[in-house]
C-alpha cells in the first residue's frame, strides 16, 4: 500500500497526486455543466439562491452609478455575478473567472439571456495564478469553489493579492452541520439520494458522488478561516448558515 506523501491531496475521499487534482475535478464540470444550474436547484431544494442572495447582500454592491468591481473566482455558470450586478447600481461591473471552458460557455449563454452581457465579463483562468492586476478589484468572491481547488492557500493569496486595500474576500462552502438529528438526516440525503439523483439528471453519478465527499472533506470553519489569515486576511470571520450546512467566510485586504 502506498503511503500518502506531501505532494498528494484529496479528490472527494481517494487520496490523488496534488498534479492529478485539478484534471480529475475539470472532467467533472465538463461532465455535468449543460445541466449543473438544474442540478443545483434540485439539490439543495433552491435553497443555493438564498445562501447566494445572502452572499450577494454581504458584497454589499453600491446601488448608485458608483464604480464597482466584483472578482468571482470559480464562478462557473455567473449566478453570483449576475445576482451582484441585478442587485448593483449602473456602475456595477463583474468578472466570472474560472478553469473551465464548458462551465463558462453556459455563463456567456445566461448572460445573453438575461440582457447582462456588457456588465459580466467571463475569463478562463486557474484561481491559483489569476491573470489581474494587483489590487484591481472592489470586492472578491468564490462560492461553492474552493474545495475544488487543489491548493487552496494560492487560491485565497491570489484573491487578497487582486484586492484593493479595504475590499473583502468572501467564501461560501459548504461547511459542518451541527445540529443533531439534522446531521443525520443531511447525511443520508447526500450520500444515498443526491448521486442517484446526479445519475437521473446528468447521466453522472460519480460526478456527483465526488461533490459529497469533497464536501466531507473540508475543513471545519474555524481550520478555514486559519487558512484565511494565512493568506494575509485581516478581520476574518464567518457565520454559519442553515445549521451549518454552509458557512459564509470573509476577510478584509488591509
Ligand atoms: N460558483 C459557481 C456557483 O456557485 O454556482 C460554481 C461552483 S461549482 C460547484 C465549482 C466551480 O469551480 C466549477 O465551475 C469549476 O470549473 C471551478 N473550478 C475548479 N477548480 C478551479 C480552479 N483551479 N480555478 C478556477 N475555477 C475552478
Known sequence: MNAASAADTHFGFRTV????????????????????????????????????????????????????ALLDVAGGTGDVSFRTVEAGGAGTRATVADINGGM????????????????????EANAEELPFPDRSFDATSIAFGIRNVPRMDKALAEMRRVLKPGGRCFVLE????????????YDTYSFKLIPGMGR?????????????????????????AEMMRAAGLKRVDYTPLTGGIVALHSGVRI
Open 104 to 123: 463558462l460557455a453556459v455563463g456567456r449563454e445566461r448572460a445573453a439571456g438575461l440582457g447582462l452581457a456588457d456588465r459580466v465579463e467571463f475569463v
Open 17 to 68: 497526486p496534488l498534479g492529478e487534482k485539478q484534471r480529475m475535478v475539470d472532467e467533472v464540470f465538463h461532465s455535468v455543466a449543460r445541466r449543473y444550474d438544474l442540478m443545483n436547484d434540485l439539490m439543495s431544494m433552491g435553497l443555493h439562491r438564498v445562501w447566494k442572495d445572502l452572499l450577494v447582500s454581504r458584497i454589499r454592491p453600491p446601488r448608485s452609478a458608483r464604480p464597482f
Open 200 to 224: 437521473m439528471v446528468t447521466g453522472d453519478a460519480e460526478s456527483y458522488q465526488y461533490l459529497v465527499e469533497s464536501i466531507r472533506r473540508f475543513p471545519p470553519p474555524e481550520a478555514f
Open 174 to 185: 459548504f461547511s459542518r452541520v451541527d445540529v443533531p438529528v439534522l446531521d443525520a438526516i
